[in-house]
């Protein structure tokens, strides 16, 4: 409250002078993020190519209600949940530990579960992959030839989605290899378009 | 005087025949009619009570509650629940109950708490009917969408009390497939009238603990068209510090505000929720219901369900004529206000209110089928991009322009206006954008604010923002869009701009 306080003076008296903002406003400019982002990957969204940069201090756990439950938790009992959990999905930091190290740790000790990196969008939210890709097919494909084209690349239909033709929900296993497969097909010309089922970051408000 | 006496005397005799007296805390529903409870100014409230008097209560009217889940079996909740139609993400069952749905049941009973039954509070529209979906639960893509579509005939409203991270000041889009399913709700939805979106607009105002001011129009999916974007007064009628601005406001609702009184509804059954233990909270006494809900959260439900009451008035209505409907007939709240100001449709429009807060009883008489005609067809003309490549001076005042001329448009009225631009500007928070629009109109896109983490960049270098505040206007003319850099240190170029405008004729 104070320090937003002190932002907003600093930024009214800006608007009342009518000139240079700039002390105002540069000094009160939050800090970068404290680890650098420095590994990036495309994804394409519709028409758009889009980027996201791989966090290396967090992973994303999916169905674990429970935290006592985790496997995370389990392989790393230090780690923390970081803002972004919800529901049934954890956001982990496991505190000096890489992400990569710790989803390999985490995936030998419970092949079973559902395991993410975590990437920042550019905007403010983290993403994760929860497994599974949106593929939009050509309008005039048919329900089989859909089908056909999944099973030739070694995937099932997960389920339709009803917002428009021909789209669908197509299975994969979670992690790097649904950006992969959903890049992969997009850059195919066999779709119009393929992106990750991504989990995304919100809030309630 | 004379009139206005007989006035109240027509209000009192009506106030007996509704029977809201029987919900025990319908008393302290300040939102739905505001007697002055605790300090509050009497008549900052929705004004539902002479809707709900003409027999009109949401009856046939379908809201579904998009958020954490849903608890349909509590006490005043389950009588309007829509049995088998509910849908839960983690285990596809239809009930959407879920791990922890503290939001989502309070949300619910702000708009349709059942009335009448002798049991805690009363909904805006106490007898439509509720559904839950809860993507919140795991918030994938394809949840996302599914929930913007599913019964897409039988829902009229989706309501959402959520969205991006607030308080980060971050530019955070919505995702195409979002979309997608939200033009498909608008064209397919309600058997081609069109599913109602409203979206909380957004609680990074410059409330308590907030550190970045966000606005409205950094939010994608806030700043959609085809999502009515709901702000929050408190109980006199003055913005909630928290309630984003934006030029894309629509109308908004009570909620908490200066005064501090927060929303009563629904919560939990028992000791979960936001109501766990009264003994020191000074939370009621019953802990299934609440007095602390808060937020945009609350302030959206309220329009969800004062809309609801203006479909069962109306159900031929569309989308777009109900948003019209909502903007006619809204109140001029904090009228001294010095954002205010009439547009060239004659709307009265701020970037504090939208329109102004919603008035249920005027958009109800508004919206009657015997004098409201539905609008013509919506027409959209997008304009070329125009290149602009000038870098824009970093010395916190020197604006850098750019001029389209709009010519043969063939949008009479627009109903909304969506404006690109680009930059390669590393900190756009150092940034003040206003558009003017042939009438003079002024609509304030960015405003300078900081981000968190420092990371205040567009997303690939572009943005989409949107503005309500040229309802009514004609697109034809000069369209102007303004840029300052109103701090030193991060330079950039506004490199180019396009408009997309949606309306109709006439």
């Known amino acids: ?205 | 005087m004379g009139s206005a006496n007989i006035a109240n005397i027509t209000v009192s005799c009506v106030l007996n025949t509704f029977t809201t007296g029987s919900d025990p805390l319908f008393a302290n529903q300040w939102h739905l009619k505001n007697t002055g409870q605790d300090g509050g100014t009497v008549g900052e409230d929705v004004n539902v009570v002479p809707v709900w008097n003409s027999n009109i209560m949401g009856a046939g009217v379908r809201i579904a509650i998009v958020d954490d889940g849903l608890e349909i079996a509590h006490e005043d909740i389950s009588p309007n629940v829509v049995l088998g139609q509910s849908y839960n993400y983690v285990n596809g069952t239809t009930n959407p109950t879920g791990s922890d749905p503290s939001h989502g049941t309070a949300v619910g009973g702000v708009a349709a708490a059942r009335d009448s039954n002798g049991l805690g509070v009363a909904g805006a529209a106490p007898r439509a009917g509720l559904v839950g979906y809860n993507p919140l639960e795991i918030h994938t893509s394809a949840n996302e969408a599914d929930a913007m579509t599913r019964n897409a005939a039988a829902v009229s409203i989706s309501n959402n009390s959520w969205g991006a991270n607030d308080d980060t000041g971050g530019y955070n889009a919505s995702d195409a497939t979002w979309r997608t399913a939200i033009n498909t709700g608008l064209t397919t939805g309600r058997n081609g009238k069109g599913i109602v979106y409203t979206w909380a607009a957004g609680n990074g105002g410059e409330g308590a603990g907030s550190l970045h001011v966000d606005n409205s129009n950094y939010d994608g999916q806030a700043n959609y068209r085809g999502v009515l974007a709901i702000c929050a007064v408190g109980d006199d009628g003055v913005r909630a510090s928290y309630s984003e601005r934006g030029a894309n406001l629509w109308v908004c609702t009570p909620s908490e505000g200066r005064g501090g009184h927060g929303i009563t509804t629904t919560d939990r059954t028992g000791t979960a929720g936001y109501n766990p233990d009264p003994t020191n909270s000074g939370d009621y006494s019953n802990r299934n219901y609440t007095n602390t809900f808060s937020g945009t959260s609350s302030a959206t439900p309220l329009a969800s369900g004062m809309i609801a009451l203006v479909l069962e008035a109306n159900p031929n209505l569309t989308w777009r004529d109900l948003r019209i409907i909502l903007a006619q007939s809204a109140r001029k709240n904090d009228p001294f206000d010095p954002d205010w100001v009439v547009n060239g449709g004659g709307f009265n429009v701020n970037h504090n209110y939208g329109f102004g807060v919603a008035n249920a009883n005027a958009a109800v008489e508004l919206a009657n089928p015997n004098t409201w005609m539905n609008i013509g067809p919506e027409i959209t003309f997008a304009t070329p991009t125009a290149t602009v490549n000038t870098p824009i001076p970093d010395d916190g005042g020197t604006a850098t322009s750019s001029t389209i001329a709009v010519a043969g448009s063939g949008v009479g009225k627009i109903e909304s206006v969506e404006i690109v631009f680009n930059t390669n500007h590393p900190y756009v928070g150092d940034l003040d954008i206003t558009l003017t629009a042939p009438f003079g109109t002024v609509s304030r896109l960015n405003e300078p604010h900081t981000c968190g983490d420092g990371e205040c960049s567009l997303p690939g270098g572009t943005w989409r923002y949107s503005s309500a505040r040229h309802l009514g206007e004609a697109a034809n003319g000069p369209w102007t869009l303004t840029v300052k850099d109103m701090a030193t240190g991060d330079t950039g170029t506004f490199t180019s701009w396009q408009m997309t405008f949606y309306g109709r004729a006439n």
Request: positive net charge; without cysteine; hydrophobic residues 40%.
């Open chain 1, 1 to 205: 409250m104070f320090l937003k306080s002190i932002g907003l003076l600093l930024l009214l008296s800006t608007f009342v002078s009518g000139v240079h903002a700039d002390d105002a406003l540069s000094k009160s400019k939050g800090k970068k993020a404290s680890t650098p982002l420095t590994v990036s990957y495309r994804w394409y969204d519709g028409d758009s190519e889009h980027t996201v940069w791989l966090n290396p201090d967090l992973v994303a756990e999916f169905s674990t209600p429970k935290v006592d439950k985790s496997a995370v938790k389990r392989a790393y009992p230090n780690a923390v949940p970081e803002r972004g959990s919800r529901g049934l999905t954890r956001i982990w930091r496991l505190g000096g530990i890489g992400a990569s190290e710790g989803l390999q740790k985490t995936r030998m000790m419970s092949p079973d579960g559902m395991y993410s990196p975590v990437f920042n969008d550019g905007g403010t939210r983290k993403r994760a992959l929860p497994g599974g890709i949106i593929v939009y097919f050509k309008p005039d494909w048919t329900a089989s030839q859909i089908s056909a084209w999944t099973a030739s690349q070694g995937l099932s239909i997960m389920n339709k989605l009803e917002i428009g033709l021909n789209i669908y929900v197509l299975k994969t296993a979670p992690g790097l290899v649904a950006l992969e497969t959903a890049n992969r097909i997009h850059k195919s010309g066999d779709v119009i378009s393929a992106q990750p089922n991504w989990w995304v970051e919100v809030s309630t408000r």
